[in-house]
């Protein structure tokens, strides 16, 4: 692959000089981040911990069921029809898309996203974008946007994880106005 | 004024350990210097702007990585064409070094998926369990872009022997 020599040159690119004091600027203007103390949040932690074990207990068993909501409606084996919604998508990326659809992903477990076809982006609460590409593992709750072409009428978004294991299927149909949601269990 | 004293140490501590990787990385992702200081500097302020911390070097590392990789994303989508730099342009970007340039042109020849991985495994020292954990990948596909892109790399580096 890369020499030695190639190497070192390549470790002798580096960041300019008044970069650091540019950077040390700009962070001055930025709030310092709130420092948590254990004793303000012991109690909202142990509280959440306990919720947190009742809620296990009273869901264990139902780990099967699928966590994937469109419009707070969960995604089943059983089709769910949802009104096409033209969203603008983004015209940057190299792949072409033309329509979108926001999941919420719930997950008790690392779980890996993939899509066939488009690409997706994970939304953080305040709709800020944290990851944007074709496949991720997420260990936590997710909201994310999915872009898709319409060219074609079916796709899939695969998730990869203990719970959630499967994909859900999205048809697309201009002609109805519709597109149609199942999850497909592994 | 304490709190500033401090962050400036932190940064002080994080730029010496972190920048060179991340403006070498940045680079080559957006083929432009400002944008690459800038895509560096939000990185930075970013993680000591968090109230969270990282435990090991290597977690560290691949939080910074990974953050750089969407702050690039983000530069990428908001430039217009007119931004584009095509590669013949660039190569005399990076560094004066004819080596340097060299790998600079290959990396950039390279499909984007595999350019960095490559990139952080040959070049920078990164494992796979540590470019899976900055690319948010599984090892299994960390580990198939690599030989693909190696591949890739290959006939790159022989056409341009």
Redesign the interface.
């Known amino acids: 692959m890369f020499s030695d020599n190639q190497r070192q040159s390549w470790q002798n690119i580096k960041a300019p000089d008044g970069l650091f004091e540019k950077t040390a600027e700009a962070l001055e203007s930025v709030p310092t981040p709130q420092k948590r103390s254990f004793k303000r949040y012991a109690f909202p932690l142990i509280a959440a911990s306990l919720l947190l074990i009742f809620a296990s207990v009273f869901f264990i068993g139902k780990s099967n069921d699928a966590f994937v909501y469109v419009e707070g409606v969960a995604i089943t084996d059983e089709s769910t029809v949802f009104a096409l919604e033209h969203l603008p998508a983004p015209l940057s990326r190299s792949t072409v898309v033309n329509s979108s659809i926001t999941l919420n992903v719930q997950v008790n477990s690392e779980t890996h996203l993939a899509v066939s076809d488009g690409y997706f982006e994970i939304l953080s609460e305040n709709g800020e974008i944290l990851f944007s590409g074709e496949e991720y593992t997420i260990h936590s709750d997710a909201k994310i946007v999915w872009y898709y072409p319409t060219v074609e009428a079916e796709h899939r978004l695969y998730l990869d994880g203990k719970a959630l294991n499967g994909a859900v299927r999205l048809v697309h149909s201009n002609e109805t106005a519709e597109r149609t949601l199942t999850f497909v269990k592994n | 004024m304490t709190?500033?004293l401090d962050?400036?140490e932190r940064?002080?501590l994080l730029?010496s350990k972190y920048?060179?990787l991340?403006?070498?990385i940045a680079?080559v992702k957006l083929h432009n210097?400002e944008d690459a200081?800038d895509a560096?500097?939000d990185t930075?302020?970013k993680y000591?702007?968090?109230?969270f911390t990282l435990y090991s070097d290597s977690e560290e590392r691949a939080w910074l990585v990974r953050v750089l990789e969407?702050r690039c994303?983000?530069i990428?989508?908001?430039r217009s064409v007119r931004d584009y730099l095509p590669i013949d342009d660039m190569t005399d970007l990076?560094?004066e070094?004819e080596?340097?340039q060299?790998?600079?042109e290959a990396l950039s020849r390279l499909s984007e998926k595999y350019r960095t991985v490559i990139l952080l495994h040959?070049?920078e020292g990164f494992s796979v369990d540590e470019i899976s954990k900055a690319l948010?990948?599984?090892k299994s596909?960390v580990k198939m872009r690599l030989s693909r892109g190696?591949e890739e790399?290959?006939t790159i580096l022989e056409e341009g022997e």
Not at chain 2, 48 to 51: C, Q
């Open positions: 709190e500033n962050r400036r940064l002080n730029f920048s060179d991340l403006y070498r680079l210097r200081e560096v500097q930075f302020i000591l702007s968090s109230p969407n994303l983000d990428l989508r908001r990076a560094t070094d080596v340097s060299g790998v600079f040959h070049l948010s990948l599984s596909a190696r790399l290959k």
